[in-house]
């Protein structure tokens, strides 16, 4: 990897303003979340530098991420039937395929020692970032950003689930470091209302985040065979869970 990012938000933010449109609306975009020279840094990591994982949906919704160790043990045929099984799935139920790599998973374990994506998780979870969720979302006791790097590929999906789980969720995020996306290649962020209507959708972008309430029916459309781009993106949740055992603060 090249030069480790200089990590730190836009200053010309606007928190209060954004507060303002969350509080009505139950979700918030955010373009140019960090500086561009950030940005850039960035999404150069994620297209050139990761060591990412095949993450495929199990029969009761659970990830199982293979690794290149796992992919290489069970051969080519078996991880095509896995991803298989899990987009028969997807037909009458909640199932996904993508390439993810766990950060917060990988920082506490010491994966891949030195690489910048640890720099990312630290930010994150830093005083500054906090703080900025926090306010933005109007929950004070916020300690921590779950995260994950992720790519879509042609045919990568998420389908509909509105991210109920553990109890100390109080937002889900994206960070978007796609540079170029066409609409019709997909792999828009989606929000669904009561009657199965689409009631907004993201497309991907580049250096944007995008802050929403949970429990919200939502799922990333597939990724067009034809897309000419890989889907790229942060993601995670806001939480209020004791810090013990998070990456460093600070």
Do not use: C
Not at 87 to 108: D, K, Q
Not at 146 to 155: E, I
Not at 215 to 232: C, D, F, I, M, N
């Amino acid at each position: 990897m090249s030069e480790p990012p200089i990590l730190r938000l836009d200053p010309a933010l606007d928190p209060a303003a954004l507060a303002a449109v969350y509080a009505r609306d139950g979700v918030v975009r955010i373009p140019g979340i960090f500086e561009p020279a950030t940005a850039d840094v960035l999404a150069r990591m994620l297209e050139q530098g990761m060591d990412w994982d095949v993450v495929v949906s199990t029969e009761t919704g659970k990830a199982e991420v293979l690794d290149r160790a796992k992919i290489q043990q069970l051969g080519g045929a078996a991880v095509g039937e896995k991803l298989k099984a899990a987009t028969l799935r997807a037909r009458s139920g909640f199932a996904y395929v993508y390439l993810g790599y766990p950060m917060i998973n990988a920082y506490l374990s010491g994966r891949n020692p030195g690489h910048p994506i640890h720099d990312l998780t630290d930010f994150l979870n830093g005083p500054e970032m906090i703080a900025f969720g926090a306010q933005v979302i109007g929950e004070p006791g916020i300690t921590k950003l779950d995260a994950q790097a992720t790519l879509y590929r042609p045919g990568d999906f998420l389908t509909r689930h509105d991210d109920t789980g553990e109890g100390d969720r109080r937002a889900a995020y994206t960070i978007s470091l796609t540079r170029e996306w066409r609409s019709d290649w997909g792999g828009q962020l989606l929000f669904h209302d009561d009657l199965g209507d689409i009631e907004r959708g993201y497309a991907p972008a580049f250096n944007t985040m995008t802050i929403f309430k949970v429990p919200r029916q939502h799922s990333v459309a597939p990724v067009a065979p034809y897309a000419g781009a890989p889907r790229l993106m942060i993601t995670g949740w806001l939480k209020d869970s004791p810090p013990s055992g998070q990456p460093r603060q600070g």
